[in-house]
């Protein structure tokens, strides 16, 4: 179903999504890569502070961010967001209502209406922002995957939200493709990692190493850097009783 709001499009726009999207499909070889070149490749289409990739459990409320930002948020302010996840109106829009295309918080209350909840207050007023949208690329009733752009300043305009809507589709395609290897790659049983005696975050980078993720993917996912990434690593081998990555996931797998 096209956007609403396609006929707003003009051919210079057509032009420039189609260079997103070929830049984002260049690079899209894992979902790491995807996220990073996504974020690059929208921010540059729509102009935002704050241009991320949230990858959201909605049952539990954990997210995986990916970004590029002239924005600096802190820990707190990432508590402050988690603890409204569920009540913030993007997320109850394609989450709850599962609205298809891209929206912006003003579509769903008036911007005097935001600034008077608590999320505004704790999260978006702390870090020096006013307005976001939010594009979905995956709804699966379990996850919600979902580019989202926030500025300071002036909202985000008919014809911009038209735009991202333009290379919504194809963007869920290039991630469904990116993360295939992950759907396929061998499964590692948190229980049996824990009787190897790996701890709760040793598991998760073997897991992301399993699916053929480099350390600087790992570093992405997990929000660390690669150097802790390596550290884990170490003791992991340590632990096994390997000396490569293959074999730590052979010696997880029990081959």
């Known amino acids: 179903m096209a956007s609403p709001r396609h006929e707003l499009l003009r051919s210079r726009d057509l032009r420039a999504a189609l260079m ?4 984002i499909a ?7 890569h995807f996220a990073q070149a996504g974020v690059q490749a929208l921010s ?4 935002s502070e704050l241009t ?3 990858r959201c459990d909605l049952r539990t409320g954990k997210r995986i961010v990916v970004g590029t930002a002239q924005v ?4 707190d302010e990432r508590a402050a967001f988690d603890r409204h996840f569920h009540e913030h109106p993007l997320v109850r829009y394609h989450a709850v209502e599962r609205g298809a295309f891209a929206h912006r918080i003003s579509d769903s209350m008036s911007q005097a209406r935001f600034r008077e909840t608590a999320l505004y207050n704790d999260y978006y007023r702390r870090v020096g922002l006013s307005h976001a949208l939010a594009l979905p690329v995956c709804m699966d009733g379990r996850e919600l995957v979902s580019f989202v752009l926030n500025r300071q300043g002036q909202d985000f305009s008919d014809c911009e939200l038209a735009l991202l809507d333009s290379v919504r589709r194809p963007l869920a395609r290039l991630f469904d493709r990116a993360h295939a290897t992950e759907r396929a790659s061998p499964a590692l049983d948190n229980e049996a990692l824990a009787r190897l005696g790996l701890t709760r975050r040793e598991s998760e980078v073997l897991q992301w190493v399993a699916a053929g993720k480099t350390d600087k993917d790992v570093a992405t996912l997990l929000e660390c850097s690669p150097r802790t990434v390596h550290k884990h690593l170490q003791r992991i081998y340590a632990k096994l009783g390997v000396e490569t990555r293959t074999a730590a996931v052979m010696r997880a797998l029990g081959r």
């Open 44 to 47: 540059r289409l729509v102009p």
């Open 72 to 75: 600096s948020v802190g820990v």
């Open 52 to 54: 991320t990739l949230s």
């Open 20 to 23: 997103a999207l070929g830049d």
């Open 26 to 32: 260049e690079a899209a070889d894992s979902s790491a």
